[in-house]
């Protein structure tokens, strides 16, 4: 069984840089089959995929948030990591971890989720 789990601030202030932390267990993020992801709800409001990196350790990311966003990966802690800059208000969400099926659009893990609030 794959468990993922989110860590990092409930709260930044603009225009920090939000840093999120997922740490696997179960299975390792080197496994070149899946797609380690992003994504968040803001409230009132529908999933939006931020990005993610791929077994390979290859990163692709939303053209929205391309500009603002890094992931990157620690193996050696089977960690994956978000980095969010210069964030506004617009990126109160509800924050996920999940894990996508290569090839598909199937989230067949998914972390709990953390609530980032941004203030200004």
């Known amino acids: 069984q794959v468990q993922l789990q989110e860590s990092g601030p409930g709260l930044v202030k603009a225009p920090q840089t939000l840093s999120l932390t997922c740490t696997v267990s179960g299975g390792s993020i080197t496994a070149n089959f899946y797609a380690w992801t992003w994504i968040r709800q803001p409230p009132y409001k529908g999933l939006e995929w931020i990005g993610h990196i791929h077994g390979s350790g290859s990163p692709s990311y939303s053209p929205s948030l391309k500009s603002r966003t890094s992931i990157s990966r620690d193996t050696s802690k089977n960690q994956f990591v978000l980095q969010l800059s210069s964030v506004t208000p617009e990126d109160t969400a509800v924050y996920y971890c999940?894990?996508?099926?290569?090839?598909?659009?199937?989230?067949?893990?998914w972390g709990q989720g953390t609530q980032v609030t941004v203030s200004s």
């Open positions: 999940v894990r996508v099926v290569g090839g598909t659009s199937w989230y067949d893990y």
